[in-house]
């Protein structure tokens, strides 16, 4: 059974360039979140996919967008970065419950995103 | 919209102790907790879940508990140890239908040698 990986590790990027984070689930999963961390604070939740469908989104613009695939791959995409962007991306895998939710969220190593 | 609060912030203690990290939300409609370890610049790992029908789960030296009408939850780690160095974070769904999670800012854990 493979981990949750992501690509790439690191990315520099300037302002209002756009950017594609990517994420491989982990075996057997079929739901994929993404969450954004800032320096010391705890991950903010981006959005959620399901089937290759968003399932529930966060307090974020409509320039975070994503897609799921039907191996369960997943990408980011941020267009127009800021500078306030710039942030650890985190993606999680789980498995979607029978009567709705989640169970556990397993969690990548993340893409450090610096914004200039 | 769900708020997750953690304390203390951070905690430093000797090797040996057995610490407790609190954990509160405010919306009680939740059907599960989890806790997680981060390592600095690392991803997160996942320790303990905990279901809304649960009162306690264990691993190891780690023994979350859960009281959902209070809006609570507590980490136990016994026997603390240098390896266990780490920030601790706990989590819920975030609710509204989303599945998401909802994240406190974490409790920042040294454990000296």
């Known amino acids: 059974e493979t981990g949750v990986t992501q690509s790439p590790t690191h990315l520099i990027k300037t302002r209002g360039q756009q950017v594609t984070l990517r994420c491989s689930s982990q075996s057997g999963h079929n739901t994929v979140s993404w969450y954004q961390q800032a320096l010391g604070q705890g991950p903010q939740f981006i959005f959620q996919?399901?089937?290759?469908?968003?399932?529930g989104r966060g307090n974020f613009p409509p320039r975070f967008s994503g897609l799921q695939f039907p191996n369960y791959s997943s990408e980011l995409n941020v267009n127009a970065l800021e500078l306030d962007d710039s942030a650890l991306y985190l993606c999680?895998?789980?498995?979607?419950?029978?009567?709705?939710?989640?169970?556990?969220?397993?969690f990548g190593p993340g893409t450090r995103l610096t914004v200039l | 919209k769900q708020e997750v609060t953690q304390i203390p912030a951070a905690l430093s203690v000797p090797e040996g102790e057995n610490l407790v990290l609190n954990c509160s939300f405010t919306d009680s409609a939740i059907y599960n907790l989890q806790w997680f370890r981060q390592d600095p610049g690392k991803g997160l790992t996942s320790l303990l879940l905990i279901q809304s029908s649960q009162r306690e789960q264990t691993s190891g030296r780690l023994n979350a508990s859960l009281d959902k009408s209070s809006g609570r939850s507590t980490l136990y780690i016994a026997a603390s140890q240098p390896g266990d160095s780490a920030t601790y974070l706990c989590?819920?769904?975030?609710?509204?239908?989303?599945?998401?999670?909802?994240f406190g800012k974490g409790t920042h854990l040294i454990i000296q040698p």
């Open positions: 999680a895998s789980s498995w979607r419950l029978a009567g709705g939710g989640t169970d556990t969220q397993y």
């Open positions: 996919y399901y089937r290759e469908e968003e399932n």
């Open positions: 989590a819920v769904p975030v609710g509204g239908g989303a599945d998401g999670l909802t």
